[in-house]
């Protein structure tokens, strides 16, 4: 089934001190033709899915982790 993933959407992993997330991204953007609005673009997606998943019962579940 990952493999099958992999076909269909292309993956990042960003890594920092902190945290490891594996991306799949599901969005063309290759109809941005500049780079550097794409890229602006895809940052920008992924601060709105932070602040979605920061409003789900799942954010809260997931720091419970932590108790």
């Keep these: 089934m990952d493999e099958l993933l ?29 780079l550097d609005k794409r890229k602006e673009e895809f940052i920008n997606d992924l601060k709105d899915f932070i602040n979605e998943f920061s409003e789900t019962p799942e954010s809260r579940e997931f720091m419970a982790f932590f108790d």
Excluded: F, G
Aim: charged share 40%; glycine share 0%.
């Design 6 to 34: 992999e076909d269909l959407y292309p993956e990042i992993t960003l890594e920092t001190d902190d945290l490891i997330m594996e991306i799949s991204v599901k969005k063309d953007y290759s109809q941005i033709e500049d």
